[in-house]
């Protein structure tokens, strides 16, 4: 059984906004820059942004903790009729919590090959063997939010190749 949206482009457009805000909340704590929100009726419940190394917590990924919010504002663990926009494509652990949750409609912007399970190295989300599976739809601001990453990763080789520069020249002092 195929699932259908229930947004339009503009809303999809908007809510993938929320998210790359939320993505820029992690860049500014050095964080990977990796944002989401989960909605309800249009309006946003939860919000999360990458906090892994703040809080040293492998599972602080940027779904886990807007599902969570999520979940605290109903008081349920049942997601029904939500949609999860988040700017990079989610894991194996996220992709678990979002069936575990039942979130309808699930929105990404950038794909990872090296760890997605919605399309690139499985497709956890709509495998309809699971009790739940998705609506999902790839490829929102997908630009935009794969530059924040590829900016970041270019920053942090920057950095560290400033940092050995500096101690080279101490080096010669
Ligand atoms: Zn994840």
Redesign the pocket.
Known sequence: MEKQSTLTMDEKEFFMLEAIKEAKKAQEKMEVP?GAVVVLNKQIIGRGHNLRETTQDA?A????LAIQEACKNLGSFRLEDTQLFVTLE??????G?ILLSRIEEVYFGAYDPK?GTAGSLLNLLEDQRFNHWCYLESKIRQEECGQLLSNFFKKIRENKKNAKKMKENHKKD
């Open positions: 990796i599972t990924h940027a779904e886990m989610p894991c194996p652990m996220c992709s919590a760890g």
